[in-house]
Protein backbone atom coordinates (compact mmCIF):
# COMPACT_ATOMS: atom_id res chain seq x y z
CA UNK A 1 0.00 0.00 0.00
CA UNK A 2 0.85 3.52 -0.95
CA UNK A 3 2.69 5.01 2.34
CA UNK A 4 0.22 8.30 1.87
CA UNK A 5 -2.81 6.54 1.46
CA UNK A 6 -1.60 4.40 4.53
CA UNK A 7 -1.46 7.60 6.45
CA UNK A 8 -4.53 9.10 4.90
CA UNK A 9 -6.35 5.43 6.44
CA UNK A 10 -5.35 5.51 9.64
CA UNK A 11 -4.81 9.00 10.87
CA UNK A 12 -7.39 10.29 13.40
CA UNK A 13 -8.01 13.79 13.67
CA UNK A 14 -6.77 14.77 17.06
CA UNK A 15 -6.73 18.12 19.04
CA UNK A 16 -4.11 19.41 21.22
CA UNK A 17 -4.81 22.20 23.22
CA UNK A 18 -7.32 23.30 20.86
CA UNK A 19 -4.21 22.81 17.62
CA UNK A 20 -6.48 20.86 15.03
CA UNK A 21 -4.18 18.55 12.37
CA UNK A 22 -6.23 17.18 10.35
CA UNK A 23 -3.79 14.80 8.44
CA UNK A 24 -1.16 12.67 9.62
CA UNK A 25 1.18 14.40 6.52
CA UNK A 26 2.63 17.62 7.64
CA UNK A 27 0.35 20.66 6.02
CA UNK A 28 2.37 21.51 2.73
CA UNK A 29 1.10 23.95 0.03
CA UNK A 30 0.97 22.72 -3.17
CA UNK A 31 3.84 24.92 -4.42
CA UNK A 32 6.22 23.55 -1.45
CA UNK A 33 8.57 22.76 -3.66
CA UNK A 34 8.46 25.26 -6.46
CA UNK A 35 11.48 27.10 -5.11
CA UNK A 36 14.88 25.63 -4.79
CA UNK A 37 16.78 25.84 -1.49
CA UNK A 38 19.13 28.50 -2.53
CA UNK A 39 15.94 30.59 -3.06
CA UNK A 40 14.07 30.06 -0.16
CA UNK A 41 17.10 30.66 1.83
CA UNK A 42 17.30 34.18 0.26
CA UNK A 43 13.91 34.52 0.57
CA UNK A 44 14.50 34.17 4.73
CA UNK A 45 17.40 35.64 4.87
CA UNK A 46 15.38 38.85 4.40
CA UNK A 47 12.58 38.04 6.47
CA UNK A 48 14.68 37.11 9.43
CA UNK A 49 16.56 40.66 9.16
CA UNK A 50 13.34 42.09 8.69
CA UNK A 51 12.49 40.56 12.48
CA UNK A 52 15.60 41.22 13.96
CA UNK A 53 15.42 44.82 12.42
CA UNK A 54 11.93 45.08 13.53
CA UNK A 55 12.93 44.35 17.14
CA UNK A 56 15.15 47.15 16.96
CA UNK A 57 18.58 45.12 16.64
CA UNK A 58 21.31 46.57 15.14
CA UNK A 59 22.07 44.22 12.21
CA UNK A 60 25.23 46.75 11.15
CA UNK A 61 26.76 45.31 14.23
CA UNK A 62 29.66 42.54 13.87
CA UNK A 63 27.96 39.74 15.86
CA UNK A 64 24.43 39.68 13.87
CA UNK A 65 25.46 40.35 10.24
CA UNK A 66 25.38 37.16 9.32
CA UNK A 67 22.98 35.68 11.31
CA UNK A 68 19.85 35.90 9.03
CA UNK A 69 21.85 33.87 6.28
CA UNK A 70 22.82 31.38 9.05
CA UNK A 71 19.83 30.72 9.92
CA UNK A 72 18.31 30.56 6.61
CA UNK A 73 20.24 28.01 6.00
CA UNK A 74 19.86 26.64 8.99
CA UNK A 75 16.35 25.63 8.74
CA UNK A 76 16.02 25.03 4.55
CA UNK A 77 19.19 22.67 5.72
CA UNK A 78 19.18 21.27 8.63
CA UNK A 79 16.13 21.64 11.40
CA UNK A 80 13.42 21.75 8.39
CA UNK A 81 15.37 19.87 6.14
CA UNK A 82 13.00 16.83 6.28
CA UNK A 83 10.08 18.80 4.79
CA UNK A 84 11.54 17.84 1.12
CA UNK A 85 10.61 14.41 -0.07
CA UNK A 86 14.30 14.43 -1.56
CA UNK A 87 15.77 13.85 1.51
CA UNK A 88 13.60 10.77 2.74
CA UNK A 89 15.62 8.45 3.59
CA UNK A 90 16.25 4.94 1.12
CA UNK A 91 14.96 2.12 2.77
CA UNK A 92 16.51 -1.30 2.11
CA UNK A 93 14.92 -3.78 3.25
CA UNK A 94 16.43 -7.96 4.01
CA UNK A 95 15.31 -11.29 4.12
CA UNK A 96 14.87 -12.13 7.67
CA UNK A 97 17.18 -15.59 7.29
CA UNK A 98 17.59 -15.76 10.75
CA UNK A 99 13.86 -16.50 11.25
CA UNK A 100 13.65 -14.18 14.15
CA UNK A 101 9.68 -13.85 14.90
CA UNK A 102 10.05 -11.90 18.27
CA UNK A 103 10.12 -8.03 18.39
CA UNK A 104 12.93 -6.03 17.11
CA UNK A 105 13.45 -2.73 18.91
CA UNK A 106 15.79 -0.07 18.75
CA UNK A 107 15.25 2.92 21.50
CA UNK A 108 17.09 5.92 22.49
CA UNK A 109 16.86 7.28 19.30
CA UNK A 110 17.40 11.00 20.13
CA UNK A 111 15.28 13.51 18.12
CA UNK A 112 14.99 17.30 17.94
CA UNK A 113 12.45 18.68 16.43
CA UNK A 114 10.21 21.77 15.90
CA UNK A 115 6.90 22.42 17.34
CA UNK A 116 4.65 23.79 14.79
CA UNK A 117 2.50 25.80 16.61
CA UNK A 118 5.61 27.97 18.43
CA UNK A 119 8.13 27.46 16.86
CA UNK A 120 10.13 25.75 19.61
CA UNK A 121 12.34 22.69 20.47
CA UNK A 122 11.09 19.94 21.09
CA UNK A 123 13.81 17.27 22.48
CA UNK A 124 13.19 13.98 23.40
CA UNK A 125 13.98 9.91 22.50
CA UNK A 126 11.92 7.96 20.60
CA UNK A 127 11.53 3.41 21.30
CA UNK A 128 10.97 2.34 17.78
CA UNK A 129 9.52 -1.73 17.36
CA UNK A 130 8.18 -3.98 14.70
CA UNK A 131 7.43 -8.03 14.49
CA UNK A 132 9.44 -8.86 11.40
CA UNK A 133 6.83 -10.18 8.41
CA UNK A 134 9.43 -11.99 6.59
CA UNK A 135 11.59 -8.79 6.12
CA UNK A 136 13.64 -6.82 7.90
CA UNK A 137 15.75 -3.52 8.30
CA UNK A 138 18.73 -2.20 9.87
CA UNK A 139 18.68 -0.61 13.17
CA UNK A 140 20.07 2.25 11.76
CA UNK A 141 17.51 3.21 9.21
CA UNK A 142 14.98 3.23 11.91
CA UNK A 143 17.22 6.24 13.52
CA UNK A 144 17.41 8.11 9.90
CA UNK A 145 13.29 7.57 9.53
CA UNK A 146 12.83 9.29 12.96
CA UNK A 147 15.03 12.28 11.92
CA UNK A 148 13.76 12.81 8.63
CA UNK A 149 10.30 13.44 10.54
CA UNK A 150 11.53 15.02 13.11
CA UNK A 151 13.23 17.92 11.22
CA UNK A 152 10.37 19.66 10.18
CA UNK A 153 7.94 21.89 12.29
CA UNK A 154 5.81 18.99 13.93
CA UNK A 155 3.64 18.04 16.28
CA UNK A 156 4.47 14.55 18.42
CA UNK A 157 1.64 12.65 17.34
CA UNK A 158 1.84 13.33 13.67
CA UNK A 159 5.75 12.44 14.25
CA UNK A 160 5.15 9.40 16.10
CA UNK A 161 2.18 8.26 13.21
CA UNK A 162 4.86 9.06 10.10
CA UNK A 163 8.00 7.09 11.53
CA UNK A 164 5.33 4.28 12.10
CA UNK A 165 3.61 4.60 8.51
CA UNK A 166 7.14 4.58 7.20
CA UNK A 167 8.08 1.69 8.87
CA UNK A 168 4.69 -0.42 7.95
CA UNK A 169 4.88 0.46 4.24
CA UNK A 170 8.54 -0.15 4.27
CA UNK A 171 8.17 -3.93 5.68
CA UNK A 172 4.80 -4.35 5.00
CA UNK A 173 3.84 -5.21 7.97
CA UNK A 174 1.01 -3.41 10.93
CA UNK A 175 3.16 -4.70 13.57
CA UNK A 176 5.20 -1.45 14.41
CA UNK A 177 5.19 0.18 17.35
CA UNK A 178 6.31 3.82 18.40
CA UNK A 179 6.82 5.87 21.43
CA UNK A 180 7.87 9.26 21.69
CA UNK A 181 9.02 10.45 24.94
CA UNK A 182 10.01 14.45 24.84
CA UNK A 183 10.08 18.26 26.38
CA UNK A 184 8.37 20.60 24.40
CA UNK A 185 10.06 24.31 24.91
CA UNK A 186 6.63 25.97 24.40
CA UNK A 187 5.12 24.39 27.56
CA UNK A 188 8.36 23.95 29.58
CA UNK A 189 8.78 26.61 32.93
Known amino acids: MKF ?52 GMDMSDDSLKGTPKRVAKMFVQEIFGGLHPKRSPKLSTFDNKYKYGHMLVEKNITLYSTCEHHLLPIVGKAHVAYISNGTVIGLSKMNRIVDYFAKRPQVQERLTRQVVHM ?19 CVNS
Open 4 to 55: DKLLEETFHDFDANDHQSSSAETPLRTDAFDLSDDEKISRIENDVANILETL
Open 167 to 185: LQSALETKDVACVIDAKHL
